[in-house]
C-alpha cells in the first residue's frame, strides 16, 4: 500500500503556517492548562512562608502584596510559575472569635467554584519547636478534614522528634488529629547550625511532595512536581511526562487534519500543528525559539522521521521545506493517512522531547544548528518505542 498519491508541487507560505502555529499552540496551552492552588494554614511565625519559599525558590507570600481573599487569607501568585497560586492565612491567629468561622465559610464555597480555581492541596503546619497542639488548631484541621480537602499536617522546624521524656511530637500530633502516620511530614525549610557548628540540612521536603501528590489527581500531582523547585529530578521527570501528554494531543490532531480529504496538501496542514507542538515543548523546557528555528526543526525531524518510517517523499518535502525557510515557496505534495500522520507527529515529538533531555546543561548552545544526523538516534528510539505501543 502507498501513503502518497502521485507528487505535485504545492505552495507554502511560512509566515502564514507559523501563525497558525502560533494560534494552535495557544489553543492547546489553554486547553490543559492546569492550575495549582495551594491553601497553607498555621499559626503565625510557624513556617509557612519559609516553607514556600524553600519549595518554590521564590519569594512567595513574604511581603504584604497578596490579593486579599478573606480577612485571614491572602492570595499570592508566583511571577516564575504563571499557574501556581499560594493561598496563605498570613499572620494567623486562632484564638480571634472569627478566624475559624471565616476560614471553614472560605472552605465550604470553595468547592462550588471551577475545578482549576479550586483549592488542591491543604498543607497544615505545626510548628515542633512549640512542642503543642491546640483545641483552635484541632478544631480547625478537622473542618478542613471535613470539608474533604486534600490535606497534609506539616510538622515545621523539625529538630527534635522526641523530648526529655522520649515523647515523639510526631506521635502526638498524629494521635490529636486522628490521623494515619504517613500524612504528618517533619520538615525544615531552612539550613540551620546549632550552637556547637553542627549544620543541620533541610529535610522533609520531598517527602512532603511525595505524601502531597498521592493525595491529589494525577493532572495536580503532576502540576506540583513541574512547579516545585526543590527536587530538580522529580521536576525534570514531571516535565517529560507532561510534554509527552501534549505530543499525544497534538498526533491525534495530525491524525484528524489527515482525515480530512484534501488532496495533496496534508503536509501543509500537519506542519503548523507540529510547529505549534515544538513551540509547545521548548517552553515546557524553558526555551523560546524563533520561527526560523521552528520551522528548521520540523523540517529536520521530517526528514528523518520520514527516514524511521520509510516514507522517502517526506525526506524530498523536508528539503524543499529547508530551501523556502523564511518565505514563500512549493514542496512536492502527497497525502498522508491518518495512522502514518499520528505517528510521524508522535515520533517528531518524542524524539524532541528526548533531545532536549539529555542536552538539558546546554540547551541555548544547541537549538542554532540542525543537523539530521543529530536526531537519528532519538528518532529510532521513538520510533522503537512508538512500534512497540502501537502493536500492544
Ligand atoms: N530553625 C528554623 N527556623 C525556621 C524554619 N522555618 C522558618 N523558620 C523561622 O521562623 C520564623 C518565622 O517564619 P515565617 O516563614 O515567616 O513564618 P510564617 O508562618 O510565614 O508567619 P506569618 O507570615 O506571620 O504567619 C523566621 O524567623 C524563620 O526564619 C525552620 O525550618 N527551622
Ligand atoms: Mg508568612
Same mark, same amino acid.
Given at each position: 500500500m502507498s501513503n502518497t498519491q502521485a507528487s505535485e508541487m504545492i505552495p507554502v507560505d511560512l509566515s502564514a503556517a507559523f501563525l497558525q502555529a502560533q494560534t494552535i499552540y495557544k489553543e492547546v496551552k489553554e486547553a490543559t492548562k492546569s492550575k495549582l492552588n495551594i491553601l497553607i494554614v498555621g499559626k503565625t511565625g510557624y513556617g509557612k512562608s519559609? &516553607?514556600? *519559599?524553600?519549595?518554590?525558590?521564590?519569594?512567595? $507570600?513574604q511581603s504584604g502584596t497578596g490579593k486579599p481573599i478573606t480577612q485571614e487569607i491572602k492570595c499570592y501568585t508566583s511571577t516564575k510559575q504563571?499557574?501556581?497560586?499560594?493561598?496563605?492565612?498570613?499572620?494567623?491567629?486562632l484564638n480571634a472569635p472569627d478566624t475559624i468561622t471565616n476560614i471553614e465559610q472560605f472552605l465550604s464555597s470553595n468547592?462550588?467554584?471551577?475545578?482549576?480555581?479550586?483549592?488542591?492541596?491543604?498543607?497544615?503546619?505545626?510548628?515542633?519547636?512549640?512542642?503543642? &497542639?491546640? *483545641?483552635?488548631?484541632?478544631?480547625?484541621?478537622? $473542618?478542613?478534614?471535613q470539608h474533604k480537602f486534600p490535606l497534609v499536617a506539616v510538622i515545621t522546624k523539625a529538630s527534635q522528634d522526641k523530648d526529655e521524656n522520649g515523647q515523639s511530637f510526631k506521635a502526638f500530633v498524629q494521635g490529636k488529629l486522628n490521623i494515619d502516620e504517613s500524612q504528618v511530614v517533619r520538615t525544615r525549610a531552612l539550613e540551620i547550625e546549632d550552637d556547637d557548628g553542627n549544620l543541620q540540612k533541610p529535610k522533609g521536603i520531598d517527602e512532603l511532595l511525595e505524601q502531597s501528590?498521592?493525595?491529589?489527581d494525577e493532572g495536580k500531582a503532576n502540576a506540583l512536581a513541574r512547579f516545585q523547585a526543590y527536587n530538580k529530578e522529580q521536576r525534570r521527570q514531571a516535565n517529560i511526562a507532561h510534554a509527552k501528554t501534549l505530543v499525544n494531543r497534538y498526533a491525534a490532531s495530525?491524525?484528524?487534519?489527515?482525515?480530512?480529504p484534501i488532496p495533496f496538501s496534508d503536509i501543509a496542514i500537519l506542519m503548523p500543528i507540529q510547529i505549534g507542538m515544538i513551540l509547545h515543548i521548548s517552553n515546557i523546557f524553558g526555551i523560546n525559539i524563533s520561527k526560523e528555528n521552528a520551522a528548521q526543526l520540523v523540517a529536520t525531524l521530517t526528514s528523518v522521521v520520514g527516514?524511521?518510517?520509510?516514507?522517502?517523499?517526506?525526506?524530498?518535502?523536508?528539503?524543499?521545506?529547508?530551501?523556502?525557510?523564511?518565505?514563500?515557496?512549493s514542496v512536492t505534495g502527497g497525502a498522508i493517512n491518518a495512522t502514518i500522520a499520528f505517528g510521524a507527529t508522535k515520533v517528531m515529538g518524542n524524539a524532541y522531547i528526548a533531545y532536549l533531555d539529555s542536552n538539558i546543561d546546554h540547551l541555548t548552545d544547541i537549538l542554532t544548528d540542525f543537523k539530521p544526523d543529530i536526531f537519528k538516534s532519538y528518532v529510532d528510539s521513538a520510533k522503537v518505542q512508538y512500534d512497540k505501543t502501537a502493536k500492544a
Open positions: 519559609t &516553607l514556600i *519559599n524553600t519549595i518554590f525558590d521564590e519569594k512567595l $507570600a504563571p499557574d501556581l497560586a499560594i493561598y496563605d492565612s498570613r499572620g494567623l491567629e468547592h462550588s467554584k471551577d475545578p482549576n480555581e479550586q483549592i488542591h492541596i491543604v498543607w497544615f503546619c505545626i510548628a515542633e519547636p512549640s512542642r503543642r &497542639l491546640e *483545641n483552635p488548631e484541632i478544631e480547625l484541621f478537622k $473542618a478542613i478534614k501528590c498521592k493525595y491529589m495530525c491524525s484528524a487534519a489527515a482525515a480530512t527516514a524511521a518510517f520509510g516514507l522517502r517523499f517526506l525526506t524530498q518535502i523536508a528539503g524543499n521545506l529547508l530551501k523556502i525557510i523564511p518565505g514563500l515557496g
